[in-house]
């Protein structure tokens, strides 16, 4: 193949290359060549670097990291949308977080859910995936969620807090109690929990703390890695 390149960039003519600047011409030339010449198809070469689909939750549940991950949901949804069949991807998304605010997992959580309808999303967690972390990691496709064998999982009710007049903080906590509805309504979609074994769970008053086995058996996960 080399040789048949030489052939094909190799002056026809015997004049000696001019000097520029210390240069030649001939060292100068841009050399463009046809892969198809060459006999390469470029649709079946090898991609040069792999096609990941991977995205990795590694810190507290708050608006810029969520910001973040939507947007990279939403690029590599539509990288799959304009990939042909047999080139499409699972998306990756590694959990490892104590949680953090109610609002921005639920903002995370339905997108997680309007990309499965034409991804699947693989969630794997490590490490730790508690509070908000575990809606998340029992969000993504059923039967391709991943825990590792040490992953600590940890549920609890929805916390919040105010102060102020007594009329603001009764609506406030009228808001909170709607909040953990709304937790555990799409907890128990995603998961084995029925809702008394759920809210049992929670009116505990304390951190549940579950094995990856245990998450398992309650639907947070499929697979122990």
């Known amino acids: 193949m080399i040789k048949k390149i030489k052939e094909m960039i190799t002056p026809s003519t015997k004049e000696a290359p001019t000097e ?12 463009m060549v046809d892969p198809s010449v060459l006999g390469i198809d470029m649709e079946s070469a090898p ?34 949308k304009l990939s042909k069949e047999d080139k499409q991807k699972p998306i990756e998304f590694y959990i490892s977080t104590y949680g953090g605010n109610a609002d921005d997992m639920f903002g995370l959580y339905d997108i997680i859910r309007q990309v499965k309808e034409t991804s699947e999303i693989h969630t794997i ?12 990691l029992a969000s993504g496709t059923q039967g391709k969620r991943k825990i590792g064998k040490n992953c600590r999982v940890m549920i609890h009710s929805v916390m919040g807090g105010n102060h102020g007049s007594l009329h603001n903080m009764m609506n406030e906590l009228e808001a909170i109690e709607q909040l953990q509805d ?37 639907g947070i996960a499929d697979i122990i890695i």
Do not use: W
């Open 47 to 80: 991609d040069p670097e792999p096609d990941l689909r991977i995205l990795g939750l590694f810190a507290d549940v708050h608006e810029e990291k969520i910001a973040e991950l939507i947007h990279g949901l939403l690029i590599l949804d539509e990288m799959n």
């Open 125 to 136: 967690g490590l490490g730790k995936v508690m509070s908000a972390g575990v809606l998340l």
């Open 20 to 31: 520029v600047s210390g240069e030649t011409e001939k060292d100068q030339r841009i050399i």
């Open 182 to 218: 709304m937790y555990c309504d799409a907890l128990i979609e995603c998961t084995k929990l029925t809702r008394a074994k759920l809210k049992k769970m929670i009116e505990r008053k304390v951190n549940v703390y579950l094995s990856a086995e245990e998450a398992v058996e309650m």
